[in-house]
């Protein structure tokens, strides 16, 4: 391997501009040629390729986002897309590929090498945390920082008012954000993709908070809820309880903003060395996560089947220390 390439695709999460740094650092301190791909798998077909230098990497350790930028690319879901990738690739001479992303993006990576057999590592870069081959993927601890902080805001004006409010945080199909943040803001209760809590029972709960002289509600809803969203929830509340003043707050891409944590900027450096080197070492078609404190490289085919659902221990804390 001589010239590796490097992307950031899907949603945007704090910490990308690290695990970019850290891939480019190590690449550069084993003599490798490094390229920055722009804009994901959209830049790849539209050849927005340039070669990277040590200035290209100052200072964007500690920025939220991606100085790469990112996007999600609709034309390299067809193989001919892909091919036009493949195309600009050759053109450059890049010979490997690390890829910051979520599912989609893996997915991506995981069809691209099936394809062309461009040696390639994925890295875990998503604020859901829903992959599994890692404890936790980069930016996730950062945007449940930024949830938790808007919910402390949000608790002071609930308890000022007495009031119920209802706040959305992001998570389409998983709910990690949704539970770290239930349980790190004492949330009354939380409602996440992965199970379906009833009305009657949030109104029940509500009810005896309400005996129990609560003065301030606040129940996070993860927005692909399967009882549905933040506002739809509230309405439905809003019928069973008419005496609550009731509020929402959606969170929505606030999450996805920010200078990463300190958790997330470890992680995303950490990962970012161990993907150049388990390119070095022939270890392709893998995304490289941490697990116990160890890196472990599991196939890209594995860390996107399904998603990695929380924890019922996650969830079962969460409600027993809202009753
Ligand atoms: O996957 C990250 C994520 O922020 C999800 O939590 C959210 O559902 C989705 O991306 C939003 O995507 P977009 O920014 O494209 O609207």
Do not use: W
Not at 48 to 74: P, Q, Y
Not at 94 to 103: E, P, S
Not at 219 to 241: F, N, P, Q, R, T
Request: aromatic letters at 6%; one cysteine or more; a positive charge.
């Amino acid at each position: 391997i001589k010239r590796i390439g490097v992307l950031t695709s899907g949603g945007d999460a704090p910490g990308m501009n690290a695990a970019i740094r850290a891939v480019v650092r190590a690449g550069f301190y084993y003599n490798l040629e490094m390229y920055g791909i722009y804009r994901g798998y959209e830049g790849m077909i539209q050849d927005d390729i340039k070669k990277l230098e040590s200035k290209n990497i100052a200072h964007v350790l500690e920025r939220g986002g991606t100085f790469l930028k990112s996007a999600r690319s609709s034309e390299f879901r067809t193989p001919e897309g892909r091919k036009k990738a493949y195309n600009n690739l050759v053109k450059h001479g890049i010979d490997a590929l690390v890829i910051i992303g979520g599912d989609g993006s893996l997915t991506g990576a995981h069809l691209f090498y099936n394809e062309f057999g461009i040696p390639s590592i994925g890295l875990p870069g998503t604020i859901d945390n829903d992959l599994a081959g890692t404890d936790l993927t980069i930016g996730f601890d950062t945007a449940c920082n930024t949830a938790i902080e808007a919910i402390d805001k949000i608790r002071d004006t609930a308890t000022s008012h007495d009031r119920l409010f209802f706040v959305e945080v992001m998570g389409r199909d998983a709910g990690f954000i949704a539970i770290n943040a239930g349980i790190g803001s004492a949330a009354a209760a939380t409602l996440i993709p992965e199970k379906k809590m009833p009305i009657e029972r949030l109104v029940e709960r509500l009810k005896a908070r309400t005996k129990a002289m609560k003065s301030s509600n606040i129940v996070i809803v993860a927005e692909g809820g399967k009882s549905g969203g933040a506002v739809e929830i509230a309405e439905k509340i809003k019928k069973e309880l008419p005496y609550y003043d009731i509020k929402v707050t959606i969170l929505g891409h606030l999450q996805r903003g920010g200078a990463p944590s300190s958790l997330d900027r470890v992680l995303a450096s950490k990962l970012g060395v161990f993907a150049v080197e388990g390119l070095m070492q022939g270890k392709y078609d893998v995304m490289a996560g941490i697990i116990n404190n160890k890196v472990v490289f599991t196939p890209i085919s594995k860390a996107i089947v399904g998603h990695k659902e929380v924890d019922e221990d996650d969830f079962r804390i969460a409600k027993i220390l809202s009753t």
